[in-house]
């Protein structure tokens, strides 16, 4: 067998693949985030994809963000709380989510258990925008919002 044969295969061994890096979930601290880490699983051209995995410990949650490309989630593990628009709803393992191209969304985990998704996005993509002070504020307008976000 060649190592070409040998790299199509990646093993899975408790959340965590072989020969896949485990990174932090962002390159800078400039956005809000807090434990979560992450994996590209797949990134080749010929996909036009990439397939991610991302881990945050219980009560973390990955940044409140928005841009053009969108997401197809999986929940792999654990459980949560998904904000997407203006809908705050509960995740857990092999719910689907699809967000939308400019639209809010976070995901928490829930106090005392991780969570883990599986994240794929166009492999070119354009850069996360944070809400404003006036998004912002127009987010925790929705009762549920406030209360997600306050978590």
């Known amino acids: ?3 070409e044969q040998l790299q199509n295969f990646r093993p899975f061994h408790d959340y965590r693949w072989d020969d896949v890096v485990c990174m932090p979930y962002k390159e800078d ?3 809000p985030f807090k434990a979560i880490s992450r994996q590209v699983l797949f990134s080749e051209a010929q996909l036009g994809c990439e397939l ?3 881990e945050m410990a ?3 949650f990955s940044t409140l963000e928005r841009h053009e490309h969108m997401h197809a989630v999986m929940i792999l593990r654990g459980r949560g709380l998904c904000l997407v628009g203006d809908q705050v709803r509960p995740v857990q393992a092999f719910d ?3 967000i939308p191209s400019w639209t809010w969304h ?3 985990a829930t106090e005392g258990e991780a969570l883990g998704f599986l994240c794929m996005v166009n492999a070119e993509r354009d850069k996360p925008q944070l809400p404003t002070e006036q998004e912002l504020a127009k987010l925790k307008a929705h009762p549920d919002i406030a209360a997600f976000l306050a978590a």
């Open 1 to 3: 067998m060649d190592i």
């Open 29 to 31: 601290g400039a956005a």
């Open 52 to 54: 991610r995995y991302f």
């Open 58 to 60: 219980a009560g973390g």
């Open 96 to 98: 689907l989510v699809t």
């Open 106 to 108: 976070q995901f928490r």
